[in-house]
């Protein structure tokens, strides 16, 4: 059984810590709720950080002159420059951290379809954008693992989020031994995983890895992590995992039968048709590499990227990607 390195990740604080929502409620996600034993809990309530008592009168994003502003309806107060100030300070301090999960069309941490109101007036016409807290953090963090709860409720978002936590965390390690030898080590295991993800950027990383300048590590160690983040930009593509799977395939596929081979291939055309997700054919694929002994890929982080106690199958069936 493999040992995870915890992942630190920042959660919105009304998922499932604290009474904090403008209605004095909590949210409790199934999936939040399994994920916390596995990671390193940092979170907060931005509105409750800047002075909102709990409850409070609801907030909106509007936007007048060009300008967005925090503004709150009932009272005709205006909190702006308090969170901007807030979430400045908060999440410029932030070290370390492996991803996000915010609440999901919250003004403060919604970091996507939060609605943003043309003006004060009441029902005034709306579009969709971020709000203040979760806007910074993809400003900060650009092609970090940022996700709201409800996306993870899809299966291939979730598991690209859980791949891409779980991967930096690993890559921290790395960092901390300032060693050439751990990163060719962390390229090794993660090959069929960067190939799934994105065969440019796999070869991108391995010419960094060989270090044909002779560059000092620190900079070889910062070139890597840059490139490392632009390779998980994208959920892989299904066409990309089934090219994965057929290369494992080839390690073992001269010692089986012609049955086996097809069941195999079968399994393959299930996934491509969304008839089974990517967990079927992999855990087929990976009973092979195990009945076979074969090393190299019984290393490889790619049959098993993140605890398989979080491989949650149930999907909401919304095409939210």
Do not use: W
Not at 16 to 23: A, L, P, W
Not at 96 to 106: A, Y
Not at 248 to 258: C, E, H, L, R, V
Request: net charge positive.
């Amino acid at each position: 059984m493999k040992n995870f390195i915890k992942p630190n990740v920042f959660l919105s604080k009304c998922l499932g810590f604290d009474s904090c929502r403008y209605n004095g409620q909590m949210i409790t996600d199934p999936f939040v709720e399994m994920l916390k034993p596995y990671i390193n809990i940092i979170n907060v309530c931005p509105e409750m950080a800047i002075g909102l008592g709990v409850p409070r009168d609801p907030i909106r994003v509007v936007a007048e002159s060009n300008e967005l502003k925090l503004y709150q309806p009932k009272t005709e107060k205006e909190f702006t420059k308090e969170m901007i100030d807030f979430s400045e300070a908060y999440i410029n301090n932030l070290k370390n951290i492996d991803g996000f999960i915010l609440k999901s069309s919250s003004p403060s941490c919604g970091y996507k379809n939060v609605k943003i109101y043309h003006g004060t007036a009441k029902g005034a016409a709306c579009v969709k954008g971020a709000g203040f807290f979760g806007g910074k953090v993809i400003e900060v963090f650009p092609y970090m693992a940022i996700e709201d709860e409800g996306r993870l409720h899809n299966y291939r978002i979730r598991d690209n989020f859980l791949t891409k936590i779980f991967m930096s965390a690993d890559f921290r390690i790395v960092k901390d031994s300032n060693s050439l030898g751990e990163l060719i080590k962390f390229q090794s295991r993660n090959k069929l995983l960067l190939m799934a993800n994105s065969q440019k950027y796999m070869k991108i990383l391995g010419k960094i890895v060989s270090n044909s300048k002779d560059d000092a590590i620190e900079v070889i160690l910062e070139e890597y992590e840059k490139n490392l983040k632009l390779a998980f930009e994208k959920i892989p593509r299904y066409t990309n995992n089934i090219n994965v799977l057929l290369h494992a395939m080839g390690y073992f596929s001269k010692f089986i039968t012609k049955k086996e081979t097809e069941l195999i291939l079968d399994c393959f055309e299930k996934y491509k048709t969304g008839k089974l997700t990517l967990n079927a054919p992999m855990l087929l694929v990976k009973s092979y590499v195990v009945r076979f002994d074969i090393s190299y890929l019984l290393d490889q982080t790619y049959f098993c990227p993140y605890p398989e106690e979080l491989v949650f199958l149930e999907d909401s069936a919304k095409s939210v990607i």
